[in-house]
T-cell receptor
């Protein structure tokens, strides 16, 4: 089983739609969780951290369910500029290494 | 603030040749990472430095890959000899500290094609 698994998509949605991505992780002791965004042929950039209490940043909402080892990202009112690959990222239990484990990403295309 | 710099941006070599990539992290960032991203996959950590010491190189294929960060700032990643399966984007990232919570900032990457 992969450490971090995502539905690869692609998700093709119209502008204004709401879309949700899911991610599961295998290590129940994982410490921190993030969503990164990667535009085509560009480097990954942090979109938002994910907390157990859930967090929201504008049109983006991230949720963490530790019991189910599940992370989600919800995008409301999709914009053309949201088209990208969304990477679910997990860090292992605390220690000296700060290793990010990336999922393979979910590709989103927002259509006009 | 200047971001993470990498060079070259693109490299095409034949198998069994050698290649080297350079990274200059954000000023003041103690931790530097090299990732390999194969097409259609997420980045995979190859090696992590804290200052000039190696923190994690468990996924670095040490028979052909090497990396150094001699003065705790710039870093180089070398592949010798290259194989076809090394074709990928090599991403360098840096962060201020090592531990939980801080953001990693990525450079634009070096796209390597091995023929």
């Amino acid at each position: 089983r992969k450490e971090v698994e995502q539905d690869p998509g692609p998700f093709n949605v119209p502008e204004g739609a709401t879309v949700a991505f899911n991610c599961t992780y295998s290590n129940s002791a994982s410490q921190s969780f993030f969503w990164y965004r990667q535009d085509c042929r560009k480097e990954p950039k942090l979109l938002m951290s994910v907390y157990s209490s859930g967090n929201e940043d504008g049109r983006f909402t991230a949720q963490l369910n530790r019991a189910s080892q599940y992370i989600s990202l919800l995008i409301r009112d999709s914009k053309l500029s949201d088209s990208a690959t969304y990477l679910c990222v997990v860090t292992p239990p605390s220690g000296s290494a700060r290793q990010l484990t990336f999922g393979s990403g979910t590709q989103l295309t927002v259509l006009p | 603030e200047a971001g993470v710099a990498q060079s070259p941006r693109y490299k095409i070599i034949e198998k069994r040749q050698s290649v080297a990539f350079w990274c200059n992290p954000i000023s003041g960032h103690a931790t530097l990472y090299w990732y390999q991203q194969i097409l259609g996959q997420g980045p995979k950590l190859l090696i992590q430095f804290q200052n000039n010491g190696v923190v994690d190189d468990s996924q670095l294929p040490k028979d052909r890959f090497s990396a150094e960060r001699l003065k705790g700032v710039d870093s180089t990643l070398k592949i010798q000899p290259a194989k076809l399966e090394d074709s990928a984007v090599y991403l360098c990232a840096s962060s201020f500290l090592t531990g939980g919570g801080e953001t990693q900032y990525f450079g634009p990457g070096t796209r390597l094609l091995v023929l």
